[in-house]
């Protein structure tokens, strides 16, 4: 079974600062994807970025980063400069894969509201 | 845009009822997902389509049923309706079975409010 844990219900920052946005994760799995998405007001979901468990570097995507740390099976969103349009509900999920078999689906967390102020 | 449509945008309609939610998914994309996104039980994968054969099911309720069709888009279908079923209904693709890195692109979603 996968777990995907977001201790921070709602975070806060000032207008082009960084922010950290926490995920933990469980899973027995040999190998794993790892997906943060922003859910805006306006309801979609929105793909940020993707780190593969063998992955030797961190992803990047422009203004996002993600701090991948292992062993402490931590996959944190980093979000630099924010700005206001950055105000929304951010999502990290997983995707196993064991023994040639993946799992399609997506394990979500209940996700962090963000908020950007001016 | 992500390229996956979801028809209708909102739905209401009452107990007991039966709808259909549909979703056409980015072009090229094989594998079509459906997952319910409501306040007490978060975002929950319903199923999994693949080049129209169900390949992988979560937590969908026996009153609920999809496919995928030649053309791959895919419907869902949710009958005898209850008030819990008021949920945000998000349908994915992406492009393969579940390669590592296979990202999953989200539609817009449909709201479904049942009175």
């Known amino acids: 079974a996968q777990k995907i844990t977001q201790t921070q219900p709602g975070m806060f920052v000032q207008e082009k600062e960084a922010v950290t946005l926490d995920c933990t994760y469980d899973t027995s799995d040999p190998s794993y994807g790892l997906f943060w998405y922003k859910q805006p007001s306006s309801g979609e979901m929105i793909f940020l970025i993707y780190q593969g468990s063998y992955d030797q570097q961190n992803a990047t995507e422009g203004r996002y980063s993600l701090n991948f740390q292992k062993a402490r099976k931590s996959a944190n969103l980093v979000i630099s400069a924010s700005q206001l349009g950055d105000s929304a509900m951010y999502f990290c999920?997983?995707?196993?894969?064991?023994?040639?078999?993946?799992?399609?689906?997506?394990?979500f967390g209940q996700g962090t509201i963000l908020t950007v102020h001016p | 845009d992500s390229g996956v449509t979801q028809t209708p945008k909102h739905l209401i309609t009452a107990t007991g009822q039966r709808v259909t939610l549909r979703c056409s998914p980015r072009s090229g994309d094989l594998s079509v997902y459906w997952y319910q996104q409501s306040l007490d039980q978060g975002l929950q994968f319903l199923i999994q389509y693949y080049n129209g054969e169900e390949r992988a099911k979560g937590n969908i309720l026996e009153r609920f049923s999809a496919q995928q069709f030649p053309d791959l888009h895919s419907e869902l279908n949710l009958s005898s309706l209850e008030l819990g079923d008021s949920a945000l209904y998000f349908c994915?693709?992406?492009?393969?079975?579940?390669?590592?890195?296979?990202?999953?692109?989200f539609g817009p979603g449909t709201r479904l409010t049942v009175l």
């Open positions: 994915a693709s992406s492009a393969t079975l579940a390669g590592v890195g296979d990202t999953q692109y």
């Open positions: 999920a997983m995707r196993g894969f064991a023994g040639g078999t993946s799992y399609g689906k997506l394990t």
